[in-house]
């Protein structure tokens, strides 16, 4: 079956500690996506890539890095530059960019919690 | 920036009742798309309109688009409890640098069975 996979479930994060989520899609879609989503609120975009080897920041991206060396693979590291980390990240992934009306399809998140 | 913003926060209805969620946004818009989240879950794509698309159909889900109002709706028809799920609006601009999907905070469907 196709889908995007995302791991771990869960992760814990020290202080002053990046840690990688991550995310891998068999669609075989050009674009990939993290999203922020925090309790009660919708999904907030921090970092996209339309194809390989390329990627954009998205409206929350500090504190965050993201790379894109393979099609179907799209990590994002929180680094210990981001001070408010405690969340669900999403990863979704599209056949082309939305402007020429493509659905997402997501992964089943991250949560991300502070020890 | 939130584009979209849905209404109510919260719905709560009893099983085979109809359920009415309305989108407003504030920028001309690409399309518009609305997703389904159960909790603890990733979304799940429902319906993506075109600008120049009024209504669409799928099953028990059907969407309106007024680019006029700069609104929407989803109607979920003849509900059951596994319709319980927050549901979000997106929307992508028609302009601007940087055209992704913004999306709502969401509507939280609660059916009773």
């Known amino acids: 079956d196709g889908g995007i996979t995302q791991s771990p479930k869960y992760l814990f994060r020290k202080e002053g500690q990046n840690v990688t989520l991550s995310c891998e899609q068999n669609?075989?879609?050009?674009?990939m996506y993290w999203y922020r989503q925090d309790p009660g609120q919708g999904l907030r975009l921090i970092y996209y890539?339309?194809?390989?080897?390329?990627?954009q920041k998205g409206d929350i991206a500090e504190g965050y890095s993201v790379s894109r060396e393979k099609k179907e693979s799209f990590p994002l590291t929180v680094t210990s530059a981001q001070k408010n980390p405690t969340a669900f990240y999403l990863c979704?992934?599209?056949?082309?960019?939305?402007?020429?009306?493509?659905?997402?399809?997501f992964g089943d998140g991250t949560r991300l919690s502070i020890l | 920036s939130q584009q979209g913003e849905e209404d109510p926060q919260a719905l709560s209805i009893q099983e085979g009742e109809n359920a009415t969620m309305n989108c407003s946004y504030k920028?001309?818009?690409?399309?518009l798309q609305w997703y389904r989240q159960n909790s603890g879950r990733g979304l799940v794509h429902l319906i993506l309109?075109?600008?120049?698309?009024r209504e669409k159909h799928s099953g028990r889900l059907r969407v309106t688009l007024d680019t006029s109002k700069k609104s929407s709706s989803l109607l979920i028809t003849a509900s059951r409890a596994a319709d319980t799920a927050s549901y979000f609006c997106?929307?992508?601009?028609?302009?601007?640098?940087?055209?992704?999907?913004?999306f709502g905070s969401g509507t939280q469907l609660t059916v009773l069975p």
């Open positions: 979704a992934s599209s056949l082309d960019s939305p402007v020429v009306n493509q659905p997402q399809h």
């Open positions: 669609l075989n879609h050009d674009a």
């Open positions: 890539s339309q194809i390989v080897n390329d990627f």
């Open positions: 920028t001309s818009i690409n399309n």
């Open positions: 309109i075109r600008s120049n698309e």
């Open positions: 997106a929307t992508v601009p028609r302009s601007g640098s940087a055209r992704q999907l913004t």
